[in-house]
């Protein structure tokens, strides 16, 4: 390991606004000491709080932050030595709202108490397009959030990823899930959706931080997706059953990794 992220893992463990979980802590399936009190304990306030999964840098995660000091918002993601990017900035510009958890998102649900959080952001995650059960927006992982999100909390997916949004929408349709907002692409006005004062703030919302991969993307001519959806509690989530076109590419300019044409 070189010395730069030595120093990366050094500065994680010294930054108050880090919270790290070894994966054999969470094998053991010890009880997490904010689960239940990230409110009181951690935030020292009531204000809603907003996890960003998959945060990368957490560029989105500070940035959300900075915007709106009346919510508290959490990037999640294992990857320490990229997470140290938006956890030293938040440090040294002394904000208040924001922290970081590091651990696998597969576990979420054991860090949150039911009803702990109101909003979910997706940005950019991983399309997992040949296994649905790793996506971040299938129900295997809706399941999981609704053990701590609100009622009919928010679930918001940014994504580069046609497949993914594609899953996403479908997934929505066979679950009789209407979606708040869905454009195809974020950075043209000429979309459709509901053109009301609650729809113009969702998108500008979403176009308000723009990710260094993100502009990258957008200079490679790939459109940006966003989708906003409400997550209620009492319906029964059922995968969709549908082929789905598999993306020309991978993320940093990789090729797809299957040889087939479409996925589920």
Not at 31 to 51: A, S, T
Not at 54 to 79: S, W
Not at 98 to 104: C, D, Q
Not at 137 to 158: A, M, P, Q, V, W
Request: glycine share 8%.
């Amino acid at each position: 390991m070189g010395k730069g992220k030595l120093a990366k893992f050094a500065d994680m463990a010294a930054n108050p606004l880090v919270i790290e979980c070894p994966y054999n802590t969470i094998q053991e399936e010890t009880l997490f000491d904010l689960k239940g009190h990230w409110h009181e304990q951690f935030f020292k306030n009531q204000n809603p709080i907003v996890l960003e999964l998959g945060c990368g840098r957490g560029e989105y995660t500070v940035g959300l932050a900075r915007k709106y000091p009346d919510k508290n918002f959490i990037g999640v993601d294992i990857k320490g030595a990229r997470m140290w990017t938006g956890a030293q900035d938040a440090l040294h510009e002394g904000l208040t709202n924001v922290g970081f958890l590091r651990t696998h998102i597969e576990f979420i649900d054991r860090f949150f108490a039911p009803d702990e959080v109101s909003e979910i952001w997706l940005t950019f995650s991983d399309p997992q397009m040949k296994k649905a059960t790793k996506r971040l927006s299938s129900t295997y992982f809706l399941e999981r959030y609704r053990r701590f999100l609100i009622d009919g909390g928010l679930i918001h997916l940014k994504t580069d990823s046609n497949f993914l949004f594609t899953y996403t929408e479908e997934m929505l349709k066979v679950n009789h899930l209407e979606p708040e907002y869905a454009t195809r692409d974020l950075y043209n006005e000429n979309e459709n959706h509901n053109d009301n004062d609650n729809e113009k703030e969702g998108g500008a919302k979403a176009r308000s931080i723009q990710t260094y991969y993100e502009q990258m993307w957008r200079d490679r001519g790939i459109d940006i997706k966003y989708l906003r959806f409400q997550l209620p509690h009492s319906v029964s989530l059922v995968e969709p059953d549908v082929e789905i076109p598999l993306d020309e590419y991978r993320s940093y300019n990789r090729s797809k990794r299957s040889g087939s044409e479409t996925g589920k």
